[in-house]
DNA sequence: CTCCAACGTAAACATATGTTATTGACCTAC
DNA sequence: GTAGGTCAATAACATATGTTTACGTTGGAG
């Protein structure tokens, strides 16, 4: 099976095949989580890095009157902040949406694959900094986005991040997750997610069923979310 | 006068004089930029990394419809990302709110002092993480508070952020930016944002004038905003 | 095979927040 | 000192989204 994670990296830099041996010795057991699992819960102390190999996970924060929000999703490849054992405690709580593949990498060996690989540091900090962007094109989209815009919007993002990582046939994407996720993840209830969701299905824009997205007019997505690729960063700057 | 940064970094590890000199030296000319200018555009290709050490700032994106969203603001002391080199372009634009003194960070100067000051590179980390834990933390915000929520919340953010850069004096901040800047930071329209004000100022939580913040009940606010300041790391885990 | 829980769908109604407009205070440029 | 622009304050009204409730479907546990 693929390692989703160093297929990622690898579509940032190209990795030597001594990259691709240490990437593989660092995360070549994975351990396996049933669905609503959490990895790491906020105020515990951080361990070492998650790096998500197969199914959906989200990072997430409970509000005092119960509410949730997501704050971003984990699909197969990515990770978790690096430097996070810098700090004394988790600030959010990161749970797994499905039965999910998770490998750990100990903070030592971490440390020696970014001073002994540069170019396994240097992707890993592109990841860290598309994910960052990532979380700021969320913020465009909580605050000034309407409700239809913002769900056309994360499904688009969503279906783009698919295809870069081989995880979206054509026009197909596994969406393994609820719309009470859904809509923990955009700012607004369940019952609206569901009304937009039918709008966007009456606009011919989506098929979506069991856990299956069609993206039938990605131009009509992109016309009502104004999308705007830009914040996922498919062009690099080249490597020195 | 105090140079921001470095007293921030030091709030963060144990600095010595060689790397207090360094930093002075890469970030002892500043330069002065009016309210309303732009230091660099979404889409710009990435520069040196910018250091506030005056003044105020803010991170923004323009949507397709002309409304803005603010994604963070940039204090004394405050920089932006460190690796954006990396990438081809800027996803947001950076603008002074404020008569501001920037120093700008070349990427060689930069990358002297990460490999040559590891307290510097930490605390530089530190200081990266704690700022994506914020754009977490405004993710909540603008998912699932309300807007008298939100308005309480960020105020005190910036009251604590103040605190400790000293940019506060007992209870009292400077906050100058309009009624319209938080509006656009808070995902609401600035007569609500006015509404929000009027009902905290008749709460007794603050008074507000001239910018001048006065927060005279932070428990108030705690209780309003549901306030948790773990986002902001004020425990670090110990230097290894 | 059946039962149960979670999920998706829908309608009726409530309300938080947006929209538009007006006015006065303040500041800066001249 | 005056003019013009930005900003804060407030009111009346519009609407997007939340709330509550109900019901049928789906899928997994036993």
Request: charged share 35%.
């Given at each position: 099976m693929v390692n989703q994670f160093i297929k990622k990296l690898q579509g940032f830099v190209e990795l030597t095949a001594a990259d691709i041996r240490a990437l593989e010795e660092a995360t070549g057991r994975p351990q396996t989580f049933p669905p609503r699992?959490?990895?790491?819960?906020?105020?515990?102390q951080p361990g070492p890095v998650l790096v998500v190999l197969e199914g959906w996970a989200f990072r997430y924060k409970v509000l005092p009157n119960g509410t949730r929000q997501i704050i971003a999703f984990l699909i197969p490849g990515d990770c978790c902040?690096?430097?996070?054992?810098?700090?004394?405690?988790?600030?959010h709580s990161i749970q797994t949406a499905t039965h999910a593949q998770v490998s750990k990498i100990e903070s030592t060996v971490l440390t020696d694959l970014m001073t002994n690989h540069p170019r396994i540091a240097r992707a890993m900090y592109v990841a860290q900094l598309i994910d960052e962007s990532t979380l700021r094109a969320w913020i465009v989209s909580l605050g000034r986005r309407s409700s239809a815009e913002r769900v056309a919007h994360l499904l688009l993002e969503l279906y783009i991040r698919g295809v870069r990582t081989g995880l979206a046939n054509r026009d197909e994407?596994?969406?393994?997750?609820?719309q009470t996720v859904l809509a923990d993840a955009l700012g607004m209830t369940p019952v609206h997610v569901n009304r937009m969701l039918q709008d966007l299905r009456r606009s011919g824009a989506i098929e979506l069923k069991r856990g299956l997205l069609r993206i039938l007019g990605p131009e009509i997505l992109t016309r009502i979310s104004g999308?705007?690729?830009?914040?996922?960063?498919?062009r690099l700057r080249a490597y020195n």
């Open positions: 699992t959490d990895l790491i819960r906020e105020g515990d902040d690096l430097n996070i054992s810098m700090l004394a405690e988790m600030d994407l596994e969406l393994p997750i609820s999308f705007d690729d830009n914040y996922l960063h498919r």
